[in-house]
């Protein structure tokens, strides 16, 4: 007797590939095929993570998968500390961050390269090969030729450092680790192993001399990790494979390799009580449905990142679970929801069948093949056949007619997914600047340096910051993190206005590096407690409303100008300057690294960056440097002499109070008055107390030879000397 083998799948689905492979017994494709007894078919990982096991059989893989992996080497976890602060008797501050290196195991047989990596459901790197965190990627794609790696060459010696020839694998390096709490994630990698595959390039690689051209375009990847047999049931439930082994080599077609039908002659009566077929020969019944037909698809849907997914077949629900088939392939959702349509069609054809007695004995009729009927329509797959005394007996099953496989078309949804967004990293914004002293913080003697860093992109991941002090070396000052600072430019000119009036005439135009950034607009009593405060160029401003004119462009209108001691700055504005808002999103930066140079400038180098960016230091010194007197008054005295004097204002010192004199913040209350230019004074007087007594005879003196000049006051600081403040002309 001769019958089909896999007889509940590869019959139950119309797949006589079994009757092939079991008449192979003895050769080489046995073993190769099923590999240990036992088995159920491949099933799908819905949570599988890179994993480190002795023994953990690696798989093949074919077009694209998702895969996790298996961590085949790693050292420890390397930790970097870095130390800022603690100048000037300012406490210092010990950063630890953690690395790794390890190396990750792929596929057991060459691919082309790797595309996404997921780590703990984040991407770590994306489509266009980013890394999204700090470090290095190698790959190795498992060439027969390919050289050990050198970082584990360099760790593991010549001696104990293979080269893992046809294993595609994986090496990072010095991976920031940072973003998953400090341990290596779990990971997942998207497996580009071919362009094109087809049924011969999975066989083939097991067994020699085997001609199995079908073409899978349908199925954009495929995961082999078990016996051969497994892969060929899982595809024969969805795609019946025909098997010819009559010639020398093992052939595995979609349809059965003969040109046409083989007929069958007549049927042939047998005249026992308990024959079938009585009087015809043949009898014709239709097999009882199964208890639980497949009507559910399970894949890896390549629009959901290869998630899992599920598609059902129509018609009638079955009672109890429905049967599910699970294919270890990347498909969509339309080509799943195909394959399943057209599998449950198929077995309901496949159910007809005939039991046909002959005389005659036709080598070529064996399981599998193909054959018509004189008394019966339609084509019909032998299952099996058995020779007795009244004749041999044959057990036929339906062949679906042409075009009863056709697909309707039908409405897939794979789901809804939300992927991690892919997105390059954005490149780096810098301004760079002091402010004012404001009366906390490390006390008046300590710069207030500050950095606002952002990006054009929400992706962007913070850069590193460094200080330049004018001699090309770089010291570290800290990350900036990933918080975005709302920076941007002016792009028109700030007209001048008075520091001492609310201006309203005056129109601020601003860019910001990103549309979506916002400004918000602020009343009288969020002004006065310092709302809406923003740099432009090297003045200090706050405005009262924000409108959107679109694409990222602001109106600033209601201006207080000259904030914290800028008012100099009011009439040296131009186009193009820097704007940032000053708010809790600056970053603080360390004074004693800056230093002090006049040519200092800040560097940022993010991962978007292809050059390191550079800002220059604004409003330079005005932490330290004393706020210039304001209200200058001449009185003329009695004698003609006269006496000039001035109101003074102290850093930290920005709330007027009636009846309260400002507090000093200097070492000593000292101011430096001057006649004529700065640079070169004509007459010079220092006084410890705002006011200045000039004589009529020296006045006489002075207005003869500097008829006109200018008298000029300052302020003498501990650390220098504030802008002038004019008091009054010589006559």
């Not at 341990?183 to 390039?201: G, M, Q, T, W, Y």
């Not at 070396?473 to 007209?495: C, D, K, N, Q, W």
Request: contains cysteine.
């Amino acid at each position: 007797m001769a019958t089909l083998v896999f007889s509940t799948i590869g019959t139950y689905l119309g797949g006589p590939v079994g009757g092939a492979i079991g008449s192979l017994v003895g050769r080489q494709v046995d073993a190769a095929l099923f590999g240990s007894p036992g088995r159920q078919g491949p099933r799908l990982k819905e949570l599988a993570v890179s994993t480190s096991s002795y023994g953990q059989a690696l798989p093949r893989h074919f077009g694209r998968m998702r895969v996790a992996g298996q961590i085949i080497w790693a050292t420890d976890l390397v930790e970097h500390s870095e130390t800022l602060g603690g100048g000037k008797g300012a406490p210092s501050v010990t950063a630890y961050s953690y690395t790794a290196n390890f190396a990750v195991a792929l596929a057991s047989r060459p691919i082309l390269r790797i595309g996404r990596i997921w780590a703990d459901g984040k991407l770590l790197r994306g489509a266009a090969g980013d890394l999204k965190v700090g470090g290095t990627l190698r790959l190795h794609t498992g060439e027969g030729d390919q050289q050990p790696d050198p970082l584990i060459l360099a760790a593991e010696g010549a001696e104990r450092c293979p080269a893992y020839r046809d294993l595609a694998y994986v090496v990072f390096e010095d991976l920031d680790l940072s973003e998953y709490y400090n341990h290596i994630p779990a990971l997942a990698f998207e497996v580009i192993a071919d362009e094109s595959f087809d049924l011969r390039d999975v066989i083939g690689e097991v067994i020699e001399d085997i001609d199995a051209a079908v073409a899978l375009e349908e199925i954009a990847g495929f995961t082999s990790e078990g016996p051969l047999v497994d892969d060929l049931q899982a595809l024969g439930q969805v795609m019946p494979l025909q098997a010819d082994a009559g010639g020398e080599r093992l052939v595995i077609a979609r349809a059965r390799l003969q040109e046409d039908a083989i007929a069958l002659p007549e049927a042939a009566i047998a005249t026992g009580d308990d024959e079938f077929g009585a009087g015809t020969g043949y009898s014709r019944h239709r097999a009882p449905p199964p208890d639980q037909p497949p009507s559910v698809l399970r894949y890896f849907d390549v629009d959901r990142d290869y998630q899992p997914g599920a598609q059902r077949a129509s018609g009638r629900a079955a009672q109890g679970e429905p049967r599910a088939i699970e294919l270890p392939a990347a498909l969509d959702a339309a080509t799943a929801r195909a394959l399943i349509e057209r599998t449950a069609r198929r077995i309901d054809w496949t159910r007809d069948r005939v039991s046909w007695r002959t005389s005659e004995l036709d080598p070529a009729i064996a399981p599998g093949a193909i054959v018509s009927l004189p008394a019966i329509a339609g084509r019909w797959r032998v299952l099996d056949w058995e020779w007795r005394e009244n004749g041999v007996e044959i057990s036929l099953e339906r062949i679906p007619p042409a075009g009863a496989g056709a697909t309707p078309q039908l409405a897939s949804d794979p789901g809804r997914a939300n992927p991690p967004v892919d997105r390059p990293s954005g490149t780096t914004a810098l301004v760079a600047f002091e402010l004012p002293f404001d009366g906390t913080g490390a006390g008046p003697d300590t710069p207030r340096a500050f950095a606002a860093a952002s990006s054009p992109d929400a992706s962007w991941s913070g850069a590193a910051l460094y200080a330049d002090r004018g001699d090309g070396e770089l010291h570290p000052l800290g990350p900036t993190g990933r918080t975005r600072g709302v920076i941007g430019t002016a792009t028109a000119l700030l007209p001048p206005a008075s520091p001492l009036l609310f201006d309203r005439g005056s129109q601020l135009i601003v860019s910001l590096v990103d549309p979506a950034m916002q400004l918000g607009s602020a009343n009288a009593r969020q002004l006065a407690f310092g709302a809406n405060l923003a740099l432009v160029g090297e003045e200090i401003l706050q405005f009262a409303r924000a409108t959107s004119l679109g694409g990222g462009n602001w109106r600033l209108e209601g201006l207080l100008r000259g904030r914290g001691g800028t008012e100099t700055a009011i009439g040296a504005h131009a186009a193009g300057e820097a704007f940032a808002l000053l708010d809790s999103r600056l970053v603080a930066l360390d004074a004693a690294v800056l230093g002090s140079g006049g040519d200092r400038q800040v560097v940022a180098v993010g991962r978007g960056d292809a050059d390191p960016v550079t800002a220059p230091m604004l409003l330079d010194g005005i932490t330290l440097r004393p706020l210039a007197p304001v209200h200058p008054r001449r009185a003329v005295l009695a004698d003609g002499a006269w006496r000039l004097s001035w109101t003074r204002r102290a850093r930290g010192g920005w709330e007027w109070r009636d009846g309260v004199d400002t507090p000093l913040v200097e070492q000593a209350e000292a101011y430096l008055v001057t006649l004529g230019p700065i640079d070169a004074p004509i007459a010079l007087w220092r006084t410890g107390e705002p006011r200045l007594d000039i004589s009529a005879a020296l006045l006489s003196e002075l207005s003869t030879s500097a008829p006109g000049e200018m008298l000029r006051v300052r302020q003498q600081g501990t650390h220098g000397l504030s802008h002038p403040t004019p008091l009054c002309p010589l006559p």
